[in-house]
């Protein structure tokens, strides 16, 4: 029973599952196969080699027999792999389509989020498309009577490895954006996004798609909010940045950004992930497993110092400021799981991703502070960095800044 029950559960898993995300699924099998075994045999030529323990990783592959047995692991990986990639490219598209369901959302926004960048750069079927998107669909300008357009739009950008569903929070399951556009007034919509591609490359696409949605919006567009929390507010201010290199229009509408437990100076895990990298390049032995540290996607290593404009010009440097439109209100939420927002729990942990002073924007140089008026910012405490979708003095506060 025990076995049966056990593969009932795993078989009910799966069934969210597209036959696209089979697919997709399949081809980053490959790839990680692929990649274990260029780890291993890196190992094997240290141990093989007679390495020092600290020092350079000798270069070159392994020879001999022991090279012809990895050599033939990455063609027959590699066969396998080409032909199970054309035939489902052949199949897949002629099998019929079904609604998403918030798991499958779930499990792809978190593969996303770890390797999005890969997928986007391999073209894999999991890699998920920037859009507007309502109640989990996508938004089309032709759908917009149907959502009573009006004169003030308010875009929600979520965090990493997330998704725009899960803005649903509390007990009736109710979106905070939505319940903000009720009460005052404005046309609520939700960016969807591979929240593990570079901020930067997210925030020109964003701006770009803001472009359009403002060019071809039925009534004109008077005022434009941008509500992200985490990841979406750096995405937010990085789309701002762009819009103004390349002198787009939308800008001019816009009147508030409001950030919710953004790392705006950095995140402390991902400072540390960087570091044990760094050790472990120190010993040949050690040094072919930051090849899994390496795993990460490029918007994770943003968030190291917040790189929002892609100006980072080297792992340990400073990125440079987002310009922002000097008419633009900044406001800044923060949490923490402390009762005081001046304790040193707050300053080094924050929520337990993000610091207080991070999610503020506060800098101890002056010119690297983003411009947030103190009566525009928010410490929320004992809360959690996802506890801030759903807390109610979040919601109260909102209500009375954006009305």
């Not at 079927?125 to 739009?153: E, H, K, Q, Y």
């Not at 964003?206 to 403002?214: G, K, N, P, S, T």
């Not at 980072?312 to 800044?332: K, N, Q, S, T, W």
């Not at 109260?396 to 800044?401: G, I």
Request: charged residues 20%; hydrophobic residues 40%; neutral net charge.
């Amino acid at each position: 029973m025990g076995p049966i029950a056990m593969s009932g559960k795993t078989m009910s898993r799966f069934s969210h599952l597209h036959p696209s995300d089979v697919h997709g699924l399949s081809l980053l099998a490959v790839d990680g196969v692929i990649g274990t075994t260029e780890l291993v045999e890196q190992v094997h030529r240290a141990i093989a080699g007679f390495a020092p323990p600290v020092g350079r990783m000798p270069e070159g592959t392994t020879r001999g027999i022991t090279g012809l047995v990895y050599r033939s692991i990455h063609g027959v990986t590699r066969l396998v792999g080409t032909a199970s990639d054309v035939t489902l490219s052949r199949i897949v598209p002629r099998l019929p389509g079904r609604a998403s369901t918030p798991e499958r959302e779930r499990l792809l926004a978190v593969i996303n989020g770890v390797v999005g960048d890969h997928l986007a750069r391999r073209s894999n079927p999991l890699a998920i498309d920037m859009r507007l998107r309502r109640d989990g669909r996508a938004f089309n300008l032709d759908d917009a009577a149907s959502v009573r357009p009006g004169r003030r739009l308010l875009i929600a950008l979520h965090g990493l490895c997330m998704n725009d569903l899960q803005w649903r929070r509390g007990e009736d399951g109710a979106a905070l954006p939505d319940r903000l556009a009720e009460a005052l007034g404005y046309t609520p919509l939700y960016l969807h996004y591979n929240t593990g591609r570079p901020i930067a490359d997210n925030g020109r696409d964003f701006a770009v798609l803001l472009e359009d949605l403002v060019a071809q919006w039925p009534e004109p567009v008077d005022e434009l909010v941008l509500l992200g929390h985490s990841m979406g507010g750096l995405v937010a201010l990085s789309a701002c940045h762009h819009a103004g290199m390349e002198a787009h229009v939308w800008p001019g509408a816009l009147r508030k950004i409001v950030t919710m437990g953004s790392p705006h100076h950095g995140a402390p895990l991902e400072r540390l992930g960087h570091g044990v990298d760094r050790l472990l390049e120190i010993s040949p032995y050690s040094a072919p497993f930051t090849r899994l540290g390496a795993i990460r996607s490029a918007g994770i290593t943003d968030l190291r110092y917040g790189n929002v404009t892609g100006s980072l010009r080297g792992p340990d440097e400073a990125p440079g400021l987002a310009e922002l439109p000097d008419h633009v209100e900044c406001h800044a939420i923060a949490a923490t799981t402390d009762s005081r927002a001046d304790s040193l729990s707050s300053r080094y942990l924050g929520d337990g991703l993000v610091p207080v002073d991070s999610a503020l924007g506060r800098h101890v140089d002056p010119s690297r502070c983003l411009p947030v008026h103190r009566d525009h910012q928010l410490v929320v405490c004992n809360t959690r960095h996802i506890g801030l979708l759903a807390h109610r003095s979040v919601h109260s506060t909102l209500h009375d800044w954006l009305r």
